[in-house]
């Protein structure tokens, strides 16, 4: 049964009238009002200047995507903060590099490939352009993760018999994309990737041979079909669906420029707050003249402690520039904001430690360190080093003049640096002690490899210790404090 205590006269005259009309007039201002129980939901003057497309998350980039990655790289070339959050994120995340190790269920096979596996990773062999090794590459792409929001790996086999493994491994920036390519048969290719007509999985990748902004005379625009087995696409993915990805810098890339803007204003107040000067007014000779026979005369000349003269008739009013009380103040709350539309703490951000303890910079780093986390294993391991790593096995079995037993690749992600060792190291040997964790757990939460640690182990009890009474064991260091 409905109820009609909130309808108006108005509303119950056309009920009268038009019952039809009426109960619909009510009806709509009953929803209307349910609408209203949430302020964000209403059309007021309080979220005018909201945007809410009902699109997907790659079409509410769609338009904006190049033009924010060119933003993006133009406020990491001259704002000196964009640039400090890129090295905090990748120092954080890769560091001196994300370490490998071959695992296996065969001892005997697993050391046979990490011999020649992981020298080949630590060494220039794998890139294609001869620069980079496995490391160096992890930082540039997650430098180009951050600046650009995505970037791709391509695989490339070589024929090279000397190689040590036939693999070589280019990475591109993500304007190699060929956007213009809409179709490849029955199957669709939005912005350089096509996609199965039946599965919608991607299946390859179209992709410019040179950079489409590149500088050499011989640049050309053509594009080849790149299978989708041959390319990792690394990007963050915050959304069902999301198939690329938006730079970092995106939800404060405003606030940045505001804040080098306003930065460089107040620069140059202070300078003209320090422009102090003498004007002196000319007599009816005008002004003297130098050893060189020039009078010297000309505003145009005003300069810091400068005495300049002016002609006769010429007068000059100074302006008193305001004081820069707020300049502090400003930043500071700007740089946070940066900071956490990011996701790392202010005191990285900015380099300030002046109001930090032990306490407080350890509860600040608990949640960077859980966004650390995240982009090391969702997106840099998940995304770029299982797929060279499975590249890498692929190869190491080409080269195999027999069959290779199943193996596997694990990868150990650099340890934050410790706040306060003294504090921190008792406390994990405590949770060991107390059955809490492993000792292999923590040691890979260290950025060590267990294996590793365990072979040093077994060759430093191994290796034969000096004689008490050989020299340079301790004997000389007591003759000495004897002496």
């Not at 145009?300 to 820069?324: C, I, M, N, S």
Request: hydrophobic letters at 40%; aromatic letters at 4%; glycine letters at 8%.
């Amino acid at each position: 049964m409905m109820h009609f205590s909130n309808a108006s006269l108005l509303d119950r005259a056309i009920l009268a009238v038009s019952p039809v009309r009426g109960l619909t007039r009510i009806q709509a201002k009953a929803r209307a009002s349910i609408l209203m129980n949430y302020d964000a939901g209403g059309m007021g003057r309080r979220v005018k200047g909201m945007k809410a497309p009902a699109t997907d998350a790659d079409a509410a980039s769609l338009g904006s995507r190049r033009l924010l990655r060119q933003r993006s790289r133009d406020l990491i070339r001259n704002a000196p903060f964009a640039k400090r959050a890129q090295s905090v994120v990748t120092n954080n995340v890769v560091g001196a590099g994300i370490a490998p190790s071959i695992t296996g269920s065969n001892k005997t096979a697993a050391d046979a490939a990490a011999k020649v596996i992981l020298p080949f990773l630590e060494s220039t062999e794998i890139d294609a352009h001869r620069a980079m090794n496995f490391a160096t590459m992890q930082s540039v792409v997650c430098n180009s993760v951050f600046e650009s929001g995505e970037v791709l790996a391509i695989r490339r086999t070589v024929s090279d018999a000397n190689a040590t493994l036939p693999l070589r491994v280019e990475i591109l920036e993500i304007d190699h994309l060929d956007s213009t390519v809409q179709s490849h048969g029955d199957n669709e290719v939005i912005d350089g990737i096509e996609y199965d007509a039946e599965t919608g999985v991607v299946v390859g990748y179209w992709i410019f041979q040179q950079h489409p902004g590149s500088a050499t005379r011989k640049r050309t625009l053509k594009s080849s079909r790149v299978p989708a087995s041959d390319v990792l696409h690394i990007r963050r993915i915050d959304r069902p669906g999301q198939m690329r990805g938006v730079p970092w810098l995106a939800p404060v890339m405003v606030t940045l420029a505001e804040m080098r803007d306003y930065q460089e204003a107040q620069i140059l107040k202070q300078k003209i707050s320090a422009l102090l000067a003498g004007v002196v007014e000319s007599g009816p000779d005008g002004p003297p003249v130098d050893e060189n026979g020039q009078r010297a005369s000309g505003l145009d000349k005003l300069a810091p402690g400068a005495f300049v003269y002016t002609d006769e008739g010429q007068k000059v009013t100074f302006t008193t520039p305001p004081r820069v009380d707020d300049y502090n103040v400003v930043m500071r709350l700007g740089l946070w904001a940066v900071a956490m539309g990011i996701g790392i703490t202010g005191e990285s951000l900015s380099g300030d430690l002046s109001n930090v303890n032990f306490s407080s910079m350890r509860a600040g780093r608990l949640e960077m360190d859980k966004n650390v986390e995240t982009w090391q294993e969702q997106i840099l391991i998940a995304q770029f080093c299982a797929g060279v790593g499975r590249w890498a096995l692929d190869a190491y079995r080409l080269k195999a003049t027999r069959r290779v037993a199943p193996l596997g690749m694990a990868w150990t992600a650099q340890r934050r640096a410790l706040i306060d060792p003294t504090k921190e190291i008792p406390a994990i040997i405590k949770k060991v002690e107390a059955g809490l964790s492993s000792l292999s757990r923590e040691q890979r939460a260290m950025g060590l490899d267990p294996d590793t640690i365990a072979r040093e182990r077994v060759e430093d009890a191994a290796r034969p210790k000096p004689a008490p009474d050989e020299p340079g064991v301790g004997n000389e260091t007591q003759q000495g404090n004897s002496s």
